[in-house]
């Protein structure tokens, strides 16, 4: 029995080590100027960008008003500069195609009551739709919690996630390789483009919000509840064309999921205010101008349900 | 649950083969037919009834095929086989048939009013029928005692690691293995470091080809097969190409992943594919494609359509009869049927004109250099069984039209590669070629290994070479939600 155990971690040490070597080897070796990893797979991410930025400028002792979570939504829609001049002090931790399985991870690793009287989560039913591999390889690069970083990739439950992580490891004092095509305030990136002719409508394509994800929004709620952090969902304002049945079935889910708690949901979707062709940069994103508007209608409705009036 | 899946991997196989050793050998069966049926449901729950319904009708239609004789005994294998092929072409051909005929009628200028009913194809119908089948046949010819047991006969056609695409096992091999009564086979197998060693090294070299091979392949496939009018003969031959590669590597390699897991519980399934790339003509590609299949076929409707002993021309026919059901078999398309036909054509054509050939390679002097002969029978195999994977794989008549007349009316272009490379990463397609041409360097030496027709290295060099096996899972693996191009059949 004893040789056959040893013959086991033999093979466990055999993998662990030519895994290791091969891993390390694949991240420092370069094919024009391009580290061989990349090569392998299409799920490595390069770090940098507005995700790099957005991490390493957060601080976690600093005391926020409130923090903004969810995906690009939110840290392109949500504008701090319409909090401040409201006399609000926010950051922003919004990133591409952050699932509620990456949020979950954020939030137990970023958010604690004493530093975040109020977190923002931003709800769009696309980030229920996805595994959160996209924003697994994003945010394993460029978050600043290895912690955070372990547990979304564990979470995936796949081996990219083990890549991923392994990339990390091995490339410990990474720079980031590119600039944030825009500035980042407060994790805040206004996209100035708007759309200059009518965009055709997306195809209407069948609402299949993923089980696991559901899981983690509720996941995400039960840990604020728990760290007695308090929480607002939120939807920013959707263009004209798009699907109300499938917006109604989504903001239905989020209703329901919320039932029994004091956390509101404020669904701006098809609230007035702004306009296809002035206010979005593509066919769900706010631009800045957009961004401004829907930040004011948002901050006016926070303050009426008696959120954030303590920071003024 | 895919054999590829987290679910698969870590919780189901270790958590039923664990139980497996566990449980007192009398009570395996239960635990191997709760999770087989659990294994199926995890696709289409409801399915699970038609295979209920089709293992009530053989577990009755054996007994009582037992029971009788004369035209009694032959009525109720018609009845089986009926009840068997009518689920079959319900499920199966009836959208098909459906489709061609509102074709037909409506081209004549007719209003054609049966709707299309939406079915889904049960996974993997087409595999569990035919075992099913050879069942009540072995019955009817008294090959097989017919099971009394109805929980064993349904794990006969349940079995979880062959339920879905194969290998179409059997009674005389899988079920007497159930029903072992001999200690240390079978059913009655203890655990034996040694064979589960085997059966995991299998179960790797599976994934190994199904991961880091086929779903690599298929990224450049799809994105050609996909739109065929967008691409010219260089990028359409290098589809097919990885498209071979594709189907054999997603093929073998789950049925390798069910051989190594049937085997770590002590099961020997029958071997499906032996290096089928390497046959030096079509009759022994067969030999070596899909074995369980062609076997199959050969048994149960070439045999007994007079095979070859009749006149000439009755022997292509039969020919063409088999293969033309075969490529029905696999999908209810004009294009399998055509594939099916083509496989027929290359056999018949291959007996017209062997003689000729003979003489013709007398001729030239070719007999003197075998080993040449035998690598230009080869590259020739390859050749034809590649043109005929292009039906296969087209996703309609129209597309498999577009894609032969592009091979060989488009110029052999270098720009027609960059435009594939506009549409994919250049690392993607530098990498899946090259990881395809290793594959085919080491296929032969890996498959004989883990059929143990050779022996693994000892000493230190064995588990290194697996573990680098698995490395190579690793690091070069396609991941993702990929199923297995058979299921569908």
């Known amino acids: 029995m004893g040789v056959r155990w040893g013959r086991v971690l033999l093979f466990a040490s055999c993998v662990l080590g030519m895994y290791a070597f091969a891993m390390f080897g694949l991240s420092h070796a370069k094919l024009e100027s391009r580290a061989l990893i990349f090569r392998t797979g299409d799920y490595y991410n390069w770090p940098g960008g507005d995700s790099w930025t957005r991490f390493h400028e957060f601080d976690r002792a600093k005391r926020y008003d409130a923090i903004i979570i969810g995906s690009s939504h939110a840290y392109r829609g949500y504008d701090p500069e319409v909090f401040a001049a409201h006399g609000h002090h926010v950051y922003n931790l919004g990133s591409s195609a952050q699932s509620p399985l990456n949020t979950f991870h954020l939030i137990k690793n970023y958010v604690d009551s004493a530093h975040c009287p109020l977190l923002i989560f931003d709800v769009f039913e696309g980030t229920f739709q996805n595994t959160g591999l996209e924003s697994c390889a994003d945010l394993t690069q460029n978050i600043t919690s290895g912690a955070a970083a372990l547990g979304m990739a564990w979470d995936l439950r796949e081996l990219r996630g083990l890549n991923m992580m392994a990339l990390r490891w091995c490339t ?6 590119y600039e944030s095509a825009y500035p980042v305030r407060n994790g805040f990136v ?22 696991r994800q559901k899981v983690f929004f509720k996941a995400c709620v039960d840990l604020c509840r728990e760290r007695g952090i308090p929480l607002v969902v939120v939807q920013h304002q959707a263009r004209q064309g798009t699907n109300r049945v499938r917006h109604e079935a989504f903001a239905a889910y989020i209703r329901s999921a919320l ?3 004091d956390i509101p949901f404020l669904d701006f979707a098809f609230a007035p205010g702004l306009n296809d062709l002035d206010h979005f940069a593509d066919h769900n994103h706010l631009n800045a101008a957009g961004a401004r508007i829907f930040t004011g209608q948002l901050v006016d409705s926070l ?3 008696g959120y954030m009036n303590q920071s003024r | 649950m895919l054999f590829n899946s987290f679910e698969f991997i870590c919780i189901f196989f270790p958590l039923v083969t664990g139980l497996y050793f566990l449980l007192p050998q009398r009570w395996r069966w239960l635990l191997l037919l709760v999770a087989s049926c659990w294994f199926y449901m995890t696709f289409v729950p409801v399915y699970i009834l038609i295979l209920a319904f089709t293992i009530g009708v053989d577990y009755f239609a054996g007994i009582w095929i037992e029971q009788s004789e004369g035209r009694r005994r032959k009525l109720l294998l018609t009845a089986s086989i009926l009840a068997n092929v009518g689920v079959l072409a319900f499920f199966k051909y009836f959208n098909f048939l459906n489709e061609s005929i509102a074709e037909v009628v409506r081209g004549l200028g007719f209003h054609y009013g049966v709707p299309d009913l939406g079915i889904i194809l049960p996974i993997g119908l087409s595999f569990h029928t035919f075992q099913s089948l050879s069942y009540t046949i072995e019955v009817y010819r008294k090959h ?13 056609v349940m079995f979880y690691p062959q339920l879905v695409a194969g290998p179409i096992e059997r009674p005389g091999n899988l079920l007497n293995q159930i029903n072992s009564t001999t200690p240390g086979t079978g059913m009655r197998a203890k655990f034996d470091y040694g064979r589960v060693v085997e059966g995991l090294r299998q179960m790797l070299w599976g994934f190994f080809k199904k991961v880091v091979i086929a779903d690599r392949c298929a990224v450049v496939v799809d994105q050609v097969y996909g739109a065929p009018e967008h691409y010219g003969a260089l990028s359409i031959a290098l589809a097919t190409y990885l498209f071979a590669v594709q189907i054999y590597c997603d093929f073998s390699g789950y049925t390798d992943i069910a051989l190594g897991a049937a085997r770590v519980m002590g099961f020997n399934l029958m071997v499906n594919f032996r290096t089928p790339y390497l046959s030096k003509n079509i009759s022994e590609f067969w030999g070596r494609w899909h074995i369980s299949l062609s076997s199959w076929f050969r048994d149960y409707l070439y045999i007994p359509l007079g095979g070859n002993r009749v006149v000439k021309w009755r022997w292509y026919y039969n020919l063409m009869i088999v293969f033309l059901v075969s490529g029905l078999w696999h999908g209810a398309d004009w294009t399998y049927v055509i594939w099916g036909g083509l496989h027929g054509g290359y056999l018949i054509l291959a007996l017209v004109f062997a003689p000729l050939m003979l003489r013709f390679t007398k001729g030239i002097g070719l007999d003197r250099l075998p080993s040449l002969k035998k690598w230009l029978n080869i590259f020739i195999t390859v050749q034809l069984v590649s043109f005929a994977w292009i039906f296969f794989r087209a996703n309609s008549i129209h597309d498999a039209n577009t894609l032969v007349h592009r091979l060989f009316y488009t110029p052999w272009a270098l720009d027609d590669l960059r435009m ?5 990463p250049r690392s993607m397609l530098d990498l899946t070629v090259l990881l395809t041409l290793v594959f085919m360097v080491i296929d032969p030496l890996f498959d004989a290994w883990a059929k143990r027709e050779k022996p693994v290295p000892q000493g230190l060099l064995g588990p290194a070479i697996y573990a680098a096996l698995l490395v190579g899972i690793l690091l070069f693996g396609y991941f993702g939600s990929t199923s297995f191009i ?3 059949f």
């Open chain 2, 144 to 156: 097989q005692a017919a099971e009394r047991r109805l929980g064993i006969f349904a794990l006969y």
């Open chain 2, 486 to 488: 058979y299921f569908q």
């Open chain 1, 303 to 305: 303050e009426s349900l």
């Open chain 1, 259 to 261: 039932a029994g708690t």
């Open chain 1, 172 to 177: 410990p004092g990474r720079r980031p390789y």
């Open chain 1, 190 to 211: 206004a996209v100035p483009d708007s759309v200059d002719k009518p965009i055709k409508p997306l195809k209407n394509t069948k609402l299949d919000l993923l089980d």
């Open chain 2, 420 to 424: 594939l490379l506009a549409d994919l």
